[in-house]
């Protein structure tokens, strides 16, 4: 049963930093992609960033040049570092975690950017 476990939410401020950090366990493909969704109220979910096995990384614009993301392919982690924060980044930030044919997902972590 493969497992995702996030950490690294909370409340900042405008312009601010936080770094998301999630770990798969189980028995996981070493091909595969990681990556970060978020979801705020009222929206759908859309993907943030994503990282392959390989380290090719795909962002959405609206984080381009903000949000980085890295992964740690033999532990099996991956963070998201954001910067310059702002209100529209409030969400719940999910890990996703895809490998062959399946989608597996964190429980999800708030990130609020409030002053």
């Known amino acids: 049963q493969v497992q995702l476990v996030e950490s690294g939410g909370g409340l900042v401020q405008p312009g601010g930093s936080l770094t998301l950090s999630c770990a798969a366990s189980g028995n996981i493909f070493r091909l595969n992609t990681m990556g970060w969704y978020r979801q705020a109220p009222g929206k759908q979910r859309d993907l943030v960033a994503r990282i392959t096995s390989g380290g090719s990384t795909t962002y959405a614009d609206s984080v381009k040049g903000r949000f980085t993301i890295s992964r740690d392919g033999a532990k099996n982690t991956v963070q998201l570092q954001m910067n310059s924060l702002t209100p529209e980044d409030t969400a719940v930030y999910y890990c996703?975690?895809?490998?062959?044919?399946?989608?597996?997902w964190g429980q999800g972590t708030q990130v609020t950017v409030s002053s």
């Open positions: 996703h975690l895809s490998v062959v044919l399946n989608n597996y």
